[in-house]
């Protein structure tokens, strides 16, 4: 009986990191930043996990790749035991067509829908699993900067730029919550409007004054 509970606790954490891999990649971190301000339960971490993004998704892809490879040799096991050595094959196939379906294509579909609001609700377990598996990320990390090394790159985790659209959208989302005034609004609409524009376009020289 334990065999069948191992083997599906595997599927479903692979499930769950490659949902959370999808929605921090796709989630906007001005709408869960708004959603903190508002004291919804767990989005301040959500917000984090977005704001680190790089390295989120590496503790996703690496509790991602666990859970697969140690649901498939349970499952490998468990298949040999009952069924001697064709189990091995069979095991390999279930295991690859169940984590298909319920390990990648079901989560991501459903992550990509609603991808604020799934970081939100699993953001406290994926930082309790990527702090169990911190030394697998680290190796992981130097690993992969290593090989970039080699070829002459190098990898930067960088914060998320406050650029011109990213700016429109945090004014239309506090326009739609109705977080500032109508004179507030007109201002911010304003700013963004003569962002492109150099000083001399709008404003004369005190000399030519």
Request: aromatic share 6%.
């Amino acid at each position: 009986m334990i065999w069948p509970l191992l083997v599906g606790a595997s599927i479903l954490l692979n499930g769950f990191f490659a949902g959370m891999e999808t929605g921090i990649t796709s989630a906007r971190r001005v709408r869960l930043v708004h959603l903190a301000r508002q004291g919804r339960r767990g989005a301040g971490l959500a917000s984090e996990l977005v704001r680190h993004r790089e390295r989120s998704v590496v503790a996703a892809v690496v509790g991602n790749n666990v859970a697969v490879v140690t649901g498939t040799a349970l499952a490998t096991a468990w298949a040999v035991a009952a069924m001697g050595a064709r189990g091995e094959t069979v095991a390999a196939a279930a295991m690859a067509a169940l984590n298909i379906v319920f390990g990648e294509i079901l989560p991501k579909t459903a992550f990509r829908a609603r991808p604020e609001l799934m970081v939100v609700l699993g953001a406290w377990l994926f930082r309790l699993l990527a702090w169990g598996l911190w030394p697998l990320q680290v190796a992981a990390t130097h690993s992969a900067q290593l090989i970039l090394a080699l070829f002459g790159e190098r990898g930067v985790e960088t914060e998320e730029a406050m650029t011109r659209p990213r700016l429109i959208q945090v004014f239309a989302m506090s326009r739609e919550q109705r977080e500032l005034g109508a004179e507030e609004n007109r201002i911010l609409a304003d700013f963004v409007h003569n962002s492109e524009r150099a000083v001399t376009d709008v404003m004369t020289p005190w000399d030519e004054v």
